[in-house]
């Protein structure tokens, strides 16, 4: 079943109050981009801005972790958001953080959660209306069920990497190989030990994910079995759910994503580093 929507499927129910637009849009912090700013400069009509960085958890020090169920459905609810919506989530990058959105929507047990195929960019490329200012929802019930298969911390990864079971890494290639630095600072480069890498913008075009049978060609090609337990990672979560995306799109059952990926990984003294190209 398709994770997307298109602009034209959007558009015809704008108005459908059973039909709930989220601009879930992230950017880098080097990236020089603020994502509220964009937002409130121009955005689907309708479409509430949720912040990854603060609908988290934000006393776990590390950035847009998962908050626990109640907290989560007080954050949604507070923006409007309705567990029993259909939820379209989008960002300005294409396709970027929003998959994030869509995992934490469905981790959390929204009945049915959609990605605006082409996102932000392509809604502008079609000269589709834009609406300014913050989009303000009346009060929703989120009534937040938490899945913890879908999530694996950083004692479960451990484990992983030292059974050799599969982890499978988003980041580009130089920093899967600690070949360039970090891009955030106190973080040691490399990767986790056992882990394959597949750069997650190898999975998309035009805004969304490629076709089914060019995402398994990939993920193998990576040295993952789709069919065996996954543990998708990056430098902060984000990233991370693109794989999680493509894995479910083709069919993949136990898929989990470390939420505190490379940013928790990374800056603890405790855990092991590889550097070079997987083994």
């Given at each position: ?54 609908n988290a958890d934000l006393s776990s020090g590390l950035p847009h972790m998962l908050p ?124 986790i030990p056992q882990s394959r890498n597949l750069p997650f913008d190898a999975l998309i ?19 993952i079995d789709p069919a065996r337990p996954v543990i998708t990672s990056c430098g902060s ?43």
């Amino acid at each position: 079943m398709s994770r997307f929507v298109t602009t034209q499927w959007l558009a015809d129910h704008l108005d459908d109050p059973d039909v709930q637009v989220i601009d879930a849009s992230w950017h880098m912090p080097n990236s020089g981009r603020n994502a509220h700013a964009e937002y409130l400069a121009g955005h689907i009509p309708g479409a509430v801005f949720f912040d990854l960085d603060k609908n988290a958890d934000l006393s776990s020090g590390l950035p847009h972790m998962l908050p626990d169920a109640e907290t989560f459905s007080a954050m949604a609810g507070a923006l409007g958001i309705a567990s029993d919506k259909v939820l379209v989530v989008y960002d300005e990058a294409g396709l970027f953080s929003a998959p994030r959105a869509w995992w934490t929507f469905t981790v959390m047990g929204a009945r049915e959660v959609k990605i605006l195929a082409g996102g932000g960019p392509r809604w502008r490329a079609e000269n589709r209306p834009l609406e300014t200012g913050d989009s303000v929802a009346p009060p929703a019930a989120f009534d937040a069920k938490f899945d913890s298969g879908a999530v694996a911390g950083f004692d479960e990864v451990l484990a992983a990497s030292q059974a050799g079971h599969q982890i499978l890494d988003a980041r580009g290639a130089a920093r899967f190989t600690g070949d360039t630095p970090e891009p955030r600072a106190g973080l040691r480069s490399g990767h986790i030990p056992q882990s394959r890498n597949l750069p997650f913008d190898a999975l998309i075009a035009d805004g969304a994910l490629k076709p089914d049978a060019e995402l398994e060609k990939a993920i193998r090609a990576a040295g993952i079995d789709p069919a065996r337990p996954v543990i998708t990672s990056c430098g902060s979560g984000v990233t991370a759910a693109v794989l999680a995306l493509a894995l479910d799109t083709i069919g993949a059952e136990k898929v989990a994503l470390y939420d505190g990926s490379w940013t928790e990984w990374g800056g603890r003294d405790d855990a092991p580093v590889e550097t070079g190209p997987a083994r």
